[in-house]
């Protein structure tokens, strides 16, 4: 259930506020990891007036910020019961560095005189979480790519793109329970077994919700509509997941559109090959679907 402050933070997110805190429920020490790099971006973000670049461009711009930290996965599971908004610039996977790109994007078209790390950790509560809040449980939190793209669209921090950029077909077929499979694998299902129904319960839902993507290859036709910080999904062939890795478009002075991201392969945040190049390099990435930043 909602309480008196979750419904007021939904309202002063949307509409612009800055005064309320993100729901922490660990502590900074655990739940921020980089504050110096937080400080030193933030710094030149201030100095470069990043907050005037279109919301697209600023995305990126952020994303360059972050090129060459190096790539951690798991970050997110930072305790054993307890959720709470956390980002860790020490080092980032797939997910959180477009997440983080994105947040500190929003956050710094929210002039003030200074910025924290609370700042930041608000935004990525309100993009990570489903609605926008985080009642300190993980299954509070999206766990799938698709589910954030439908969620973050719905209360406007996207537009979902995907079928103005290209050709679509629909998946069909597919079962979208890689985690419920897979608990061990997680932190916080390992220690809590009892999550896993109800995240199957969740992710048979996700399942009925239709799914159109852009198959690799339209991409390269399509690429002259993706704009430079728009979130590129990457659809894959596996089974059990839809979604097997993101990232964000760079279109460089080339004219040229490609695809930035925490790299496995690199150990790190790079500026990869073109979108279109980089699908065809992993055998099974099957295309892509498109959120651009409001």
Not at 236 to 246: G, L
Request: proline share 4%.
């Amino acid at each position: 259930m909602l309480t008196r402050r979750h419904l007021l933070k939904l309202g002063l997110m949307a509409g612009g506020s800055t005064w309320l805190r993100a729901e922490e429920f660990l502590p900074q020490s655990v739940c921020f990891k980089g504050v110096e790099v937080f400080q030193k971006i933030v710094a030149r973000a201030v100095a470069e007036n990043w907050a005037a670049l279109p919301m697209g461009t600023r995305v990126a711009q952020f994303g360059l910020a972050l090129r060459g930290i190096k790539y951690v996965g798991w970050t997110l599971e930072i305790d054993d019961r307890i959720e709470s908004p956390s980002v860790n610039l020490t080092g980032l996977d797939c997910w959180t560095f477009f997440e983080v790109s994105l947040g500190m994007a929003r956050m710094i078209a929210r002039r003030q005189r200074a910025y924290s790390p609370s700042d930041l950790l608000r935004e990525i509560e309100w993009t990570r979480y489903r609605g926008g809040v985080c009642r300190g449980r993980y299954l509070d939190r999206i766990h799938y790519l698709d589910e954030w793209f439908t969620d973050n669209a719905a209360r406007g921090n996207i537009r979902y793109v995907t079928r103005e950029v290209g050709p679509v077909v629909r998946l069909t077929g597919r079962a979208n329970d890689e985690m419920s499979l897979n608990p061990k694998l997680y932190r916080y299902l390992r220690a809590n077994p009892s999550l896993v129904p109800q995240l199957r319960q969740m992710e048979a839902k996700l399942e009925k919700v239709p799914f159109d993507f852009i198959p690799k290859e339209q991409v390269a036709a399509c690429e002259p509509r993706i704009q430079s910080g728009d979130i590129i999904g990457i659809v894959t062939n596996r089974q059990h997941v839809f979604c097997s890795h993101v990232g964000l478009a760079l279109r460089l002075q080339d004219g040229s559109c490609h695809f930035m991201h925490a790299s496995a392969t690199y150990k790190k945040v790079v500026v990869d090959k073109t979108i279109h190049e980089y699908l065809y390099s992993v055998k099974s990435h099957a295309g892509i679907v498109v959120g651009r930043p409001r």
